[in-house]
């Protein structure tokens, strides 16, 4: 089991930063794919950004491609999404996944665990 914490929401101005933080309980983090989805209000969830397990090679989303980083410290067992020139169009609850595999996926249903969600509010 994995359990999974999300920090870092907020309420920013367009154009602002925040950097959002996701840490993973167990052994073996190193192991998992870790990935951020959004969902907004009356929208669904959507990917945002995976990163893989071993090598670290990220996946962004077109939408946020130039503006949002992703970044894993596996001896914290930590992920964090740095988010930069912030759009209103950004706002969503914002959540962390992990999957147990070997490949990064853009689809939500194969991600195993979920965090509780963190919100990004951006104002115009």
């Known amino acids: 089991q994995v359990q999974l914490v999300e920090s870092g929401g907020g309420l920013v101005q367009a154009g602002g930063s925040l950097r959002l933080s996701c840490a993973a309980s167990?052994?073996?983090?190193?192991?998992?794919?870790m990935g951020w989805f959004r969902q907004a209000p009356g929208k669904e969830r959507e990917f945002v950004a995976s990163?893989?397990?071993?090598?670290?090679?990220?996946d962004y989303a077109d939408s946020v491609k130039g503006r949002f980083t992703l970044s894993r410290d596996n001896g914290r067992n930590t992920v964090y999404l740095q988010m930069n020139s912030l759009k209103p169009q950004d706002t969503a609850v914002y959540y962390c996944?992990?999957?147990?595999?070997?490949?990064?996926?853009?689809?939500?249903?194969?991600?195993?665990?979920w965090g509780q969600g963190t919100q990004v509010t951006v104002s115009s």
């Open positions: 996944a992990s999957r147990q595999a070997l490949g990064s996926s853009r689809y939500s249903v194969n991600y195993h665990y």
């Open positions: 990163i893989s397990s071993t090598s670290g090679i990220t």
């Open positions: 167990g052994r073996t983090f190193s192991a998992y794919v």
